[in-house]
Every structure is written in C-alpha cells, then in structure tokens.
C-alpha cells in the first residue's frame, strides 16, 4: 500500500504561480511513475504531468511551456511548479503514483485560478 498526501493548493490571480506537493508513504520502494492530474468542475480527470524514477517526464500539452514537474526520491515527494496559471487551470489536482501491479491516488488539493 502507498499513502499520498497532496499540499499546496490555492487561491491565486491569473499569472500567478503555486508549487504543488506530494508526498509518499508505505511501500514507497516500489513506486516507479509519479504524475499530476487534475479535474476541472464538469470535466473529466486529465493527466497534467509524469516523471519516471529515473526523472523522465512527459507533459500534457496544456501544461507544456509553464509547469514543471519534479522529484526527489530521497524524500519521496514530487511537486508540481504551475506557473503563469489561467482560470482554465481551475481545479482539484491528484496525485498519482504507479507500481509494477497497482496504482494510488491522493485525496487532491483544490486550485484556483481568478480573472
């Protein structure tokens, strides 16, 4: 079993930034792929961001150009940097991790982004 507890969430202005974070707990040995996604009011939960253990990462082309995600598996964290966020960026990020045979998923932080 892995725990995951998400921090970092907010309120903030459009052009504004918030660093999200992750950490893991339990059989954190075994986590392989950590990632970001995120539910927008309406909408269906999209994938945002992922980083591999070995530090590959794969952005969603929303995300492209403005977040950044990172790790450090000596604390195993990962964080989400959102920079120059827009109101479409509103919504419950989650994060996500994955084994050899299961997935986990956080409770989710809640972000918002005004106009």
């Known amino acids: 079993q892995v725990q995951l507890v998400e921090s970092g969430g907010g309120l903030v202005q459009a052009v504004g930034s918030l660093r999200l974070s992750c950490a893991a707990s339990?059989?954190?040995?075994?986590?392989?792929?950590m990632a970001w996604y995120r539910q927008a009011p309406g909408k269906q939960r999209e994938s945002v961001a992922s980083?591999?253990?070995?530090?590959?990462?794969n952005y969603a082309d929303p995300a492209k150009g403005r977040f950044t995600i990172s790790r450090d598996n000596a604390k195993n964290t990962v964080h989400l940097q959102m920079n120059s966020l827009n109101p479409e960026d509103t919504g419950v990020y989650f994060c996500?991790?994955?084994?050899?045979?299961?997935?986990?998923w956080g409770q989710g932080t809640q972000v918002t982004v005004s106009s």
């Open positions: 996500r991790v994955f084994t050899p045979r299961n997935t986990y």
């Open positions: 980083i591999s253990s070995g530090g590959s990462t």
């Open positions: 339990g059989s954190i040995s075994s986590i392989n792929i």
